[in-house]
């Protein structure tokens, strides 16, 4: 099931195989380019129910996108939702290292900081065990620009 909540985004809809990781970047790519055109910090956390950050979910089971008025990092109530998708493709998987382990967090000026201001940057690696070919990492560096990267070698 795909749920979707767009206000003034164009309407996303995740692929079905091949694409997943062009997908995940210009999902990330637009939330911080809304976080440079409002001048306010944006996050993209993981979520089961799309209503909520969830610490037990993993990246590949949904998102959020929202205003994080109080720069914790998380969502809050009356924070504005941007999107939200519960259902990325159960074929995917995402792995991830610590420092984007629950959310990715950009400032009004477009770097990604962690909820306490220290420089937030690591590598998303995306996996499709049917497509294998279609491996790829999103590497995201300290001004919170990402890039694709095919990888040497990915294990899903
Ligand atoms: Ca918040």
Known sequence: ???CVVL???QIVP???GG???FFNGLLNLARNTALAFKRRVVVCKS???SRCDLTANWAS???VFFDDDNDGDYDEGELIQSSITWFNSGWTIRVNSPLEN???YTGNGRSRMANGAFQAGTFTLCHPEYPSLS???VINHQGRARLVVPNSVGC
């Open 8 to 10: 003034g985004w164009p």
């Open 20 to 22: 997943g990781e062009g």
């Open 103 to 105: 959310y990715v967090s």
């Open 48 to 50: 089961l129910d799309g």
């Open 62 to 64: 949904g998102w959020i």
């Open 15 to 17: 692929p079905d195989a």
């Open 136 to 138: 790829r990492q999103l």
């Open 1 to 3: 099931m795909l749920v």
